[in-house]
C-alpha cells in the first residue's frame, strides 16, 4: 500500500516538473523598462486600475472624472484616454507614470472613445448633445464638434484614418464623417437603435448591431456613385440621405450605402470582428446566442447557443478563438471559430462584460462588473481555459484597455 501511494506521489511530482518546464520556457526574456498594463475604468469609483498583466496584481489607481466608461489606449504614444461621461471630459493617462496629466472638455454625455491609428486623433460621441468630439491628441485640445444624429453611441475611425462612422440610437441612422474636412459625408438610414460598430480592415465596410430590432446593418464606405433607383432605396428599402459633396471634390465621388439587412438573434449588443476581418460575431443577449457573419458575402452563416445573457466577445490574434461574456451567468465561454463548436465554459465573477487578452494572448482579462473585480483566465491550459486569480478593483468596472510598451527613462538600476 505504502508503495502504491509512493509512486502516485512520484507520478504527481513528475508531472508538476514537466508543467512548471514547460511554463519556464515559454517566458520570455523581458527587459527591465518593458512594461504590460490592462487599464480599468471604473465606472462607480471615478477611478481607473492599472494592472500589471504578466504578474496579476493592481499596481496603481488613477483618479480621473465623474463615472469613466469608455477607454482607448494610443498605439503611437504611451497614453491612454477615458471619457468620463459624468463630467463630460475625456482624462488622458501617462502610461509611464500612471498618472492624469491632462483634462479635455467634451460636450454632454459622452460614452466611447476611438483612437486613430496613427495616434493623432480621438473621437468621441457625445449622446446629450447630439455631436462627435474631434480631438487633436498632440495638442490635447477638440478641434472640432461636428453636429450629427440623435443620441449617438460609438463613433469608429476605419484603419486608413479617413472615415468615421457614428451610430444614433434614437435616429435608427449612422452618419458618415469625412475626417480630412471633419464634416458629415452623409447619413444612412439603418435598423431600429444601432449601438455597436465595427469597420473592416480594407475600410470598405461597415456593420452595426441594431439591438431594438435584432439586426445587423451592413453599410458599403466609399462606394461609386449608385444608380437613382439604389439612391432611393437599399436592399431592405431603407431611403439614404447624402450630403453634399466635400469641398474640392465633385458630386458623387463620395457615398456610402446600405447594403443590407441581416437577421440576427435577439437584442445583438456587441459585434467582434476577426484581425483578418473575414468574419464578424455578434454577441445576442436576448437570444443566448452568438451569430457568426461572413464579411465577404453579407451573410449569416449560423447562430448557436453560447450562454445566458451574452454581452461582449473578443477574437484571438490568430483567428482562431472567440472568448465571450455571459452577463446573466457569469461564466465565460469559449468557442473554437475553426471547429465551430462550444470548448467550454469557465466561471468568473459577478456580471462579466468588458474583456481583454494579454499580448501573449495567454491570459484573459474580464471585468465582473458587479463583483468589483477582474477575473484572470488563463486561455493556455491544457483543460482549453481556467480561472487562474481575481483581482480586486474599483466598484462597477466597465472597459478595458491594454498597452504594452517599453519604458522611454529606464529604471534605474539597483
Request: proline share 4%; net charge neutral; aromatic share 8%.
Given at each position: 500500500m505504502l508503495s502504491h501511494v509512493k509512486k502516485i506521489h512520484l507520478s504527481l511530482l513528475a508531472?508538476?516538473?514537466?508543467?512548471?518546464?514547460?511554463?519556464?520556457?515559454?517566458?520570455?526574456?523581458?527587459?527591465?523598462?518593458?512594461?504590460?498594463?490592462?487599464?480599468?475604468?471604473?465606472?462607480?469609483?471615478?477611478?481607473?486600475?492599472?494592472?500589471?498583466?504578466?504578474?496579476?496584481?493592481?499596481?496603481?489607481?488613477?483618479?480621473?472624472?465623474?463615472?469613466?466608461?469608455?477607454?482607448?489606449?494610443?498605439?503611437?504614444?504611451?497614453?491612454?484616454?477615458?471619457?468620463n461621461t459624468g463630467s463630460n471630459s475625456m482624462s488622458v493617462i501617462d502610461a509611464e507614470q500612471n498618472k492624469a496629466i491632462a483634462i479635455i472638455a467634451l460636450e454632454h454625455t459622452p460614452y466611447f472613445v476611438d483612437v486613430s491609428a496613427d495616434g493623432t486623433?480621438?473621437?468621441?460621441?457625445?449622446?446629450?448633445?447630439?455631436?462627435?468630439?474631434?480631438?487633436?491628441?498632440?495638442?490635447?485640445?477638440?478641434?472640432?464638434?461636428?453636429?450629427?444624429?440623435?443620441?449617438?453611441?460609438?463613433?469608429?475611425?476605419?484603419?486608413?484614418g479617413k472615415t468615421i462612422v457614428v451610430t444614433e440610437r434614437l435616429a435608427d441612422s449612422v452618419s458618415v464623417i469625412n475626417a480630412e474636412t471633419m464634416s458629415v459625408r452623409s447619413s444612412v438610414a439603418v435598423c431600429k437603435q444601432p449601438t455597436d460598430v465595427e469597420i473592416l480592415p480594407d475600410s470598405g465596410k461597415a456593420f452595426v448591431a441594431c439591438s431594438g430590432s435584432g439586426q445587423v446593418a451592413v453599410i458599403g464606405l466609399n462606394m461609386e456613385s449608385p444608380t437613382e433607383s439604389q439612391q432611393l432605396t437599399a436592399k431592405s428599402g431603407a431611403a439614404i440621405r447624402r450630403s453634399g459633396p466635400a469641398p474640392g471634390k465633385g458630386a458623387g465621388s463620395e457615398v456610402d450605402r446600405l447594403l443590407s439587412i441581416l437577421d440576427v438573434g435577439s437584442t445583438p449588443t456587441h459585434l467582434a470582428l476577426k484581425p483578418d476581418g473575414g468574419q464578424i460575431f455578434v454577441s445576442n443577449f436576448g437570444a443566448n446566442t452568438m451569430s457568426?457573419?461572413?464579411?465577404?458575402?453579407?451573410?449569416?452563416?449560423?447562430?448557436?447557443?453560447?450562454?445566458?445573457?451574452?454581452?461582449?466577445?473578443?477574437?484571438?490574434?490568430?483567428?482562431?478563438?472567440?472568448?465571450?461574456?455571459?452577463?446573466?451567468?457569469?461564466?465565460?465561454?469559449?468557442?473554437?471559430i475553426d471547429d465551430g463548436k462550444l470548448v467550454t465554459t469557465v466561471p468568473v465573477g459577478r456580471r462579466p462584460d468588458a474583456l481583454a487578452l494579454s499580448p501573449n494572448q495567454n491570459f484573459l482579462f474580464?471585468?465582473?462588473?458587479?463583483?468589483?473585480?477582474?477575473?484572470?483566465?488563463?486561455t493556455a491550459a491544457k483543460q482549453g481555459a481556467v480561472l487562474l486569480t481575481i483581482i480586486p478593483v474599483g466598484q462597477q468596472p466597465n472597459a478595458i484597455a491594454v498597452k504594452a510598451f517599453i519604458l522611454r527613462k529606464p529604471p534605474a538600476v539597483q
Open positions: 508531472s508538476f516538473v514537466v508543467l512548471a518546464s514547460s511554463c519556464t520556457q515559454k517566458l520570455p526574456n523581458y527587459p527591465p523598462a518593458y512594461r504590460e498594463y490592462a487599464y480599468v475604468t471604473n465606472g462607480k469609483s471615478n477611478s481607473v486600475s492599472v494592472l500589471d498583466m504578466r504578474n496579476y496584481n493592481a499596481v496603481a489607481t488613477i483618479p480621473v472624472g465623474a463615472n469613466p466608461t469608455g477607454i482607448a489606449a494610443n498605439s503611437q504614444k504611451n497614453e491612454i484616454y477615458v471619457v486623433r480621438a473621437y468621441v460621441a457625445n449622446s446629450g448633445s447630439n455631436s462627435v468630439s474631434i480631438i487633436d491628441l498632440s495638442q490635447r485640445r477638440v478641434v472640432r464638434n461636428v453636429v450629427v444624429g440623435r443620441a449617438p453611441g460609438e463613433a469608429r475611425v476605419s484603419r486608413d457568426e457573419i461572413t464579411t465577404s458575402t453579407n451573410e449569416v452563416s449560423g447562430s448557436y447557443l453560447i450562454g445566458a445573457g451574452p454581452v461582449r466577445s473578443i477574437v484571438s490574434a490568430d483567428n482562431s478563438t472567440l472568448y465571450v461574456s455571459n452577463f446573466n451567468s457569469d461564466t465565460i465561454s469559449v468557442y473554437d474580464v471585468a465582473d462588473t458587479a463583483a468589483g473585480d477582474v477575473s484572470v483566465v488563463r
